[in-house]
Structures are given as structure tokens and as C-alpha cells.
């Protein structure tokens, strides 16, 4: 039986359920259709949609087991999900690991930030610390490992890479991803709403900048 693009469906406590699919492109393909769904009143009362790497949680359901059979039936194709909106992130590209990252790509230093910049991004879901954002779109060939030793605090707004993705540490924490620049904005301001400046969804592209600190 073919079972490309079946949604398996996990209980998770009393109030959430835990969708797992095959592939990113079919979770933001999924999420887009909850998000739709949700719209029109077919999920009831579900207090969060939470896509991750290759799962997305409703989370906040009062009675889950009312949603297992209609979820269970469903399947995606991950097809290219609905454009959200486009935001331009200004970076300064002097990161520590810029000229480690251009080695790895085989190319320059200028290469390496124009191959980085020429993306436009997706945020895939966010997590790790309020404000971090899963960006995908860099190609395949061009995902990196993380450092062997992480860093003990990495200064916020730092753009890095790690394996495919490509995120932006909304304040100073320990990482390992690779650092290749900066930016001034702020990712995360609790006065602000939403919080959060990169939303599951958004379109992101890195404009580089000449701004000396």
C-alpha cells in the first residue's frame, strides 16, 4: 500500500496530538492546511499549531480523540506552501566562521556571503529559545556541520548556519552553528505583538550590510 504522504497521528497528554510526516516540504504543506482548516472552524477549539522540523502539535484540544479518525485520513504532498510575507534582514557578514563556511561551500569569502544572501528563506518553524527561526532554502549541497565545540555564549543577532538551516540568535546564549554575520534588528520583544519578528511561514531574505560596529 502506498503511504507517500500519510499524516500519523500521536496522542500526546490529555489536550494535544502530535502529527508526524516524511519531509519539511510536507510539514509546511500540512501546516498550511491547518492553519486553513482552523480558519474555517473544522478543528473546534485548539489553542496552538506548532510546526517543528518534521511534526506539527495541536496542542490545547478538549477532547483530542474527536480529531484522530478525520487527522488520520489525511495526506500531503508538499507541494510548495502558500508564499507568506517577505522581510529583509540587514547583515554585516564578519562572523567568526565566514572564511570555515566559504571552505567548506569551496568557494571565497565573497562567494560564500553572496551564495548566502542570493537565498530567499522560509521560516519552517521556530524553537530553541523564543525568537530562533528554522530557516530553510540554502540548497542541499551547502549544509554544514555544526562546530565540534559549541561557542559558551554566542551574541545575539548573530546569523549562522548549521546542516540546512539557517537562523539568527534572538539574544546571547551557547550554539554551535556557525556564525557568518550580524544584524541589528530584534528578533524577540516581549512589548511587541506578535513577539516574535520570524513567524512560521515568512519569507526571509539576508541583505548585506557595511554598518561597522
Do not use: K, N
Amino acid at each position: 500500500m502506498d503511504r507517500r504522504g500519510e499524516v500519523a497521528v500521536h496522542p500526546v497528554g490529555d489536550h494535544a496530538l502530535l502529527l508526524e510526516v516524511d519531509s519539511g516540504a510536507q510539514v509546511a504543506a500540512l501546516y498550511a492546511r491547518l492553519l486553513a482548516e482552523r480558519a474555517r472552524g473544522g478543528l473546534g477549539e485548539v489553542a496552538e499549531i506548532v510546526p517543528a522540523a518534521r511534526t506539527v502539535l495541536l496542542d490545547g484540544l478538549p477532547r483530542p480523540t474527536d480529531l484522530v479518525g478525520e487527522l488520520a485520513g489525511w495526506r500531503v504532498a508538499g507541494d510548495a506552501p502558500p508564499e507568506g510575507p517577505l522581510i529583509s534582514i540587514p547583515t554585516v557578514y564578519d562572523g567568526a566562521d565566514l572564511a570555515v563556511v566559504a571552505a567548506h561551500w569551496g568557494v571565497s569569502v565573497e562567494e560564500a556571503v553572496a551564495l548566502h544572501s542570493g537565498v530567499e528563506y522560509r521560516v519552517a518553524f521556530c524553537g530553541f529559545a523564543p525568537g530562533f527561526g528554522y530557516l530553510t532554502g540554502l540548497p542541499a549541497d551547502r549544509a554544514v556541520p555544526r562546530r565540534a565545540t559549541p561557542r559558551p555564549s554566542v551574541p545575539a543577532g548573530a546569523v549562522a548556519v548549521a546542516g540546512e538551516y539557517t537562523g539568527i540568535y534572538p539574544r546571547s546564549s551557547p550554539g554551535g552553528w556557525q556564525l557568518l554575520g550580524r544584524t541589528d534588528l530584534m528578533l524577540w520583544d516581549a512589548e511587541r505583538e506578535p513577539p516574535a519578528l520570524l513567524t512560521p511561514g515568512m519569507r526571509v531574505r539576508f541583505v548585506p550590510a557595511s554598518v561597522e560596529r
